[in-house]
C-alpha cells in the first residue's frame, strides 16, 4: 500500500519562500508522475507541478519562474521549491502519485501567505 507524507507548510510573507516535501513509502519504481495539486477555499483543486521518474517535470503557467519540482529517487521524495510567494498562492497543497493507472494522495499541508 503506497503512501504519501507531506510536509513543509506553513506561514510566509509575500515575496517569501517555503518548501515542500512528499515522501512516498511503499514501491513506486519507476512512478509515471509523482507532484503537486493545490486547493484554495471555494475553487477547485489546480495542478501545480509534476516530475516523471526519469525527472521530466511539467509547471502549471501560473508557477513557472518561481516555483520548481525535484525528486530523489532514492529516497521516494519530491519537493516542490516556492519561491516569491503571491497572495493567488495560499491553499492546501496535495501531492499526487500517478503509480500504474491508480492516483494516490497526501493529506495535503497548508501554506498560508501574510505579511
Known amino acids: 500500500q503506497v503512501q504519501l507524507v507531506e510536509s513543509g507548510g506553513g506561514l510566509v510573507q509575500p515575496g517569501g519562500s517555503l518548501r515542500l516535501s512528499c515522501a512516498a513509502s511503499?514501491?513506486?519504481?519507476?512512478?509515471?508522475?509523482m507532484g503537486w495539486y493545490r486547493q484554495a477555499p471555494g475553487k477547485q483543486r489546480e495542478f501545480v507541478a509534476r516530475?516523471?521518474?526519469?525527472?521530466?517535470?511539467n509547471l502549471a503557467d501560473s508557477v513557472k519562474g518561481r516555483f520548481t519540482i525535484s525528486g530523489d529517487n532514492e529516497k521516494n521524495t519530491v519537493y516542490l521549491h516556492m519561491s516569491n510567494l503571491r497572495s493567488e498562492d495560499p491553499a492546501v497543497y496535495y501531492c499526487?502519485?500517478?503509480?500504474?493507472?491508480?492516483?494516490?494522495w497526501g493529506q495535503g499541508t497548508q501554506v498560508t501567505v501574510s505579511s
Open positions: 511503499g514501491s513506486i519504481y519507476r512512478f509515471n508522475f
Open positions: 516530475i516523471s521518474s526519469s525527472y521530466n517535470t
Open positions: 499526487h502519485l500517478f503509480l500504474g493507472g491508480d492516483d494516490y
